[in-house]
């Protein structure tokens, strides 16, 4: 997959059959898109473009809205897609002057002058330009003019993309990483840089990676203990990460710790990848630490238990 970040250094694209979305997540839903796309782009020996925001539109749109959640940063949405083979990727720099384009200006200097589009895969309830409106019907209206053909997605896999959007939302945040994997088609991730803490877990036999996500969008699993894969660069742990803001020692702040079993060595500073495979517990307040450190005894053996079936 080759990617773009630059709409004003795209190569010329060969029947180039594109869509465009946040395709957060990369989905169940999204891959059945995906798997289309590529389909009619063989079909006619073209080339499958993907196109895509970033900054996410709401953050320009509404600065105030603090409700935003995403699934995936741009980072991971890049890596996700690549996995199904896309041809090209289109990064578009989402700012307040793209954002009043018209309509009719976002087909013809954007869709058309930019991508050249033989088709154009588009949903039955998108809109877009300034005061979004424009849609599928303008889009007809002018493909003729522009030399393009409208492939309508289907009104139930749209619906069924975006009920998914929010059901995988919903069940991070109320930790069941079960469900959302089973709707993401992949288990959830997220990546960060390893900071110092305090180093009470050293202190207490668990030495933990104590992970600041740098995107302030990109959602955290509830509160609770958790089974998780890590990486490293090429290494690979299996592990427990608890999320929460640790009741027992008086924690003020909310924090993302990983122990990695058999691992004891010095990672501050880089990039750990956490995959959460499956939730153990809940957070809670012990009456002391040392019950707290029996309890996490029993996590990590519980941990060992849910990744060796998985």
Do not use: C
């Not at 990617?3 to 180039?16: E, G, I, Q, W």
């Not at 700012?95 to 088709?119: G, I, M």
């Not at 493909?143 to 409208?150: G, Q």
């Amino acid at each position: 997959m080759q990617v773009h970040r630059s709409p004003d250094a795209l190569p010329k694209f060969t029947n180039a059959v594109i869509t465009v979305g946040t395709f957060d997540g990369v989905h169940r839903g999204h891959q059945q898109l995906i798997h289309r796309i590529k389909k009619l782009a063989r079909a006619i020996n073209g080339e499958s473009v993907l196109v895509t925001f970033e900054p996410h539109p709401r953050t320009i749109v509404y600065p105030e809205d603090t409700s935003l959640y995403l699934l995936s940063t741009l980072q991971e949405k890049i890596d996700l897609l690549n996995q199904y083979k896309v041809d090209h990727l289109v990064v578009v720099p989402f700012t307040k002057e793209f954002s009043r384009l018209s309509a009719r200006e976002y087909v013809d200097q954007f869709l058309v002058n930019r991508f050249h589009p033989a088709v154009i895969v588009i949903g039955y309830n998108h809109q877009f330009g300034h005061h979004r409106d424009g849609n599928i019907e303008l889009l007809k209206k002018l493909s003729d003019t522009y030399h393009f053909t409208i492939e309508e997605i289907p009104k139930q896999l749209i619906e069924d993309i975006e009920v998914s959007s929010s059901r995988i939302r919903l069940a991070l945040l109320e930790g069941d990483v079960k469900t959302a994997s089973h709707l993401l088609g992949h288990h959830y991730f997220m990546e960060g840089i390893v900071v110092r803490g305090k180093q009470l877990g050293r202190k207490l036999g668990f030495p933990t990676a104590n992970v600041q996500v740098p995107d302030k969008y990109k959602l955290i699993p509830g509160d609770g203990v958790y089974a998780v894969k890590a990486a490293l660069g090429q290494h690979h742990f299996k592990g427990a990460a608890s999320i929460g803001f640790r009741p027992t020692v008086n924690g003020n702040h909310r924090t993302i710790e990983a122990y990695l079993f058999d691992f004891n060595k010095d990672i501050y500073d880089q990039l750990l990848k956490i995959t959460f495979i499956e939730w153990i517990r809940e957070e809670r307040k012990f009456e002391s630490v040392e019950k707290m450190v029996e309890e996490m005894k029993r996590d990590v053996e519980r941990a060992k238990v849910k990744l060796n079936n998985n």
